[in-house]
């Protein structure tokens, strides 16, 4: 037991300590690239291969998560993100910048369901539970992508380029704490047995358990509904705020009020009694129909409360997924079938920017915009209510 609490909090440590590494450059990136001679276009394409390295590796490295040892595989992750620094802060051509994303997308597929999810196989063994873990995560995740983002633009104006060994720093300090204090727990027979399955078969086993359970096909569909809400509101929020006549001037404001709405949203206490859950689910089924018809309709203020009501709402959405997702998963699976959850979540991403950019050449942003929220609110409340009702019956 005190050997877990301590294994707990290293991870938090080197959770914060790369989400503020990864994050000091999120404020200037665009600048930072244009520095380093890249267009517009080529800022796309690098993004591009992110994406796509993390798509085609990501399940594959929850695979191996579930086969071999999770603790390798994060500090894996952490020499490629020592990588990703090294080479922006020394390249300056479109072809270093393309593969040292292409570094960042490894190190995030390396990086899921690692750890992370030995820990909550660690929790659910003690009998734990997995809620307080899980919002403490993503609640240093918001912590960590505010200081980094404030503190980057400061640094980048003060030292330029080489605030990059500020981020190398970080993830050396991260990746010593797991190698020296972190003490992986030793395999359990069933482990050992998955140890000589082949990829192809651990695989096989992980998909068949996605088939025979609909609380994890649910989980998924809700990742994937979600998606539509979160690419719309990322992408667009802007060019949306812009119409509505918002000053471009204070949009860092509204970048921190976005992220301590999402830091409230992982805080709230999840509980999952029948009574009380259907009576939330009309009152958040309220709340999303009310604000998107509102947020149509109304401008300035209204509009801003509507819009950031959404967003604490969609983020306690994902917060919830999460945690249904993690109590059901097997423990011979959570790494594969985290990523597998991921990975679907990318190409629905991937999906929801393609639908846009094509309605944007139609119609306007607010109508794409909303077109998406609605898509996003239906499919959810459909998803939660299934969700619900599957739990009432398996009670």
């Not at 798509?55 to 992750?77: I, M, T």
């Not at 989980?219 to 990322?234: C, E």
């Not at 805080?267 to 259907?278: A, G, M």
């Amino acid at each position: 037991m005190q050997q877990l609490q301590k294994n707990i909090k290293l991870f938090y440590l080197a959770n914060v300590l790369t989400t503020i590494a990864t994050s000091l450059p999120h404020a200037v990136l665009t600048v930072l690239l244009f520095a380093k001679g890249l267009s517009l276009t080529q800022i796309m394409l690098v993004q591009a291969t992110y994406n796509l390295v993390i798509l085609l590796s990501e399940y594959p490295s929850g695979l191996l998560g579930d086969l071999y040892s999770r603790k390798k595989l994060f500090l894996g992750a952490k020499v490629f993100f020592s990588a990703l620094f090294l080479l922006v802060w020394l390249g300056n051509s479109f072809e270093m910048m393309l593969l040292a994303w292409a570094c960042y997308g490894l190190a995030m597929a390396l990086e899921s369901g690692t750890i992370d999810a030995e820990l909550i196989n660690q929790l659910k063994q003690q009998q734990m539970p997995v809620t307080k873990f899980i919002s403490n995560t993503n609640r240093l995740d918001f912590i960590g992508l505010l200081l980094g983002g404030a503190v980057g633009s400061w640094l980048y104006y003060s030292i330029g380029i080489k605030f990059y060994l500020v981020s190398l720093g970080l993830t050396i300090v991260a990746f010593l704490a797991i190698k020296y204090g972190y003490r992986e727990v030793p395999t359990s027979a069933s482990e050992e047995q998955s140890l000589g399955q082949s990829l192809f078969e651990q695989m096989k086993t992980g998909i068949n358990e996605l088939k025979s359970s609909e609380q994890l096909r649910l989980m998924v569909g809700l990742t994937i509904a979600g998606q539509f809400f979160f690419q719309a509101h990322y992408q667009l929020w802007q060019a949306l705020f812009l119409v509505q006549g918002f000053n471009k001037k204070e949009f860092y404001l509204y970048y921190v009020v976005f992220q301590l709405i999402s830091l409230g949203a992982y805080s709230v206490p999840l509980k999952f009694e029948t009574i009380s859950s259907k009576k939330w689910y009309l009152v958040f089924t309220f709340i999303l129909l009310s604000s998107c018809i509102l947020l149509a309709l109304t401008t300035k203020l209204n509009f801003l409360l509507c819009y950031l009501v959404l967003v604490f709402i969609f983020t306690f959405f994902e917060y919830f997924s999460n945690v249904i997702f993690s109590q059901t998963v097997s423990q011979d699976h959570i790494s594969s079938l985290t990523s597998f959850r991921s990975s679907c979540g990318r190409l629905a991403a991937l999906v929801s920017l393609l639908f846009s950019s094509l309605l944007l050449h139609f119609l306007a942003v607010k109508i794409v915009v909303m077109l998406n929220f609605v898509l996003a609110i239906s499919t959810s409340l459909v998803i939660i209510f299934m969700t619900l009702k599957s739990r009432h019956e398996a009670q």
